[in-house]
Structures are given as C-alpha cells and as structure tokens.
Nanobody
Framework: QVQLVESGGGLVQAGESLRLSCVAS????????MGWFRQAPGKEREWVAV????????KHADSVKDRFTISRDNGKNTLYLQMANLTPADTAVYYC??????????????WGQGTQFTVSS
C-alpha cells in the first residue's frame, strides 16, 4: 500500500502562483510513476501531469502546459506541482496518484484524498 497526502490548496487570485505537495509513505516512493489529476465541480476527473519514477520524464496536459510543472524529490518522498498564471478554470480538487506510466498519462493504483483550491477572478 502507498499512502498519499496532498497539501497546498486554498484561495488564490487569478494570475498568482501556487505549489501543491504530495507526501508518500508505505512502499518505496521511487518505485512508482506519479501524477496529478484534478476534478472541477460537475466535471470528470482529468489528468494534469505525470512523472516517471526517477523524475527524468514528464508529461503535461495541453491545458496546463507552460504554466504547470510537475517534479519529485525521491529523497523526501514528495511530489510537487508548481502552478503559475492561474485562472478560474484551474479551480478544482487536485489529487496525486501513484501507479504505472501509460504515456501520455498513467494508470493510477493509489490516490490521495485531494486538496481543493479556488482561483478567484
């Protein structure tokens, strides 16, 4: 089992930046591809970004490319999502996931509980 705990949500203004974190525990963190997904109100959960186990390969959804950056620190068992130039359309619950890479996205085996943030205009 892998336990994932996200943090960093809240309320921000449009145009601001924010960083989400996800701390993993349980099985070795560096054995899993990791990803960020989000679910906006009334919408299905969608893939945002993925990163392979050693951090050398990343993919970002077109909707966030050039604004969001996924990264990981295997020494700290932590996944990050650095977000810039936020818009109200980015408002959602953000989930981190651990699993297997299936480019351009991934197949999640474990989910965090999610962290909500809202972007006001």
């Amino acid at each position: 089992q892998v336990q994932l705990v996200e943090s960093g949500g809240g309320l921000v203004q449009a145009g601001e930046s924010l960083r989400l974190s996800c701390v993993a525990s349980g099985r070795p963190f560096n054995g899993y591809a990791m990803g960020w997904f989000r679910q906006a109100p009334g919408k299905e959960r969608e893939w945002v970004a993925v990163i392979n186990a050693n951090g050398g390969l990343t993919k970002h959804a077109d909707s966030v490319k050039d604004r969001f950056t996924i990264s990981r620190d295997n020494g700290k068992n932590t996944l990050y999502l650095q977000m810039a130039n936020l818009t109200p359309a980015d408002t959602a619950v953000y989930y981190c996931a651990a699993g297997i890479l299936a480019l351009p996205t991934m197949h999640p085996d474990y989910w965090g509980q999610g962290t909500q943030f809202t972007v006001s205009s």
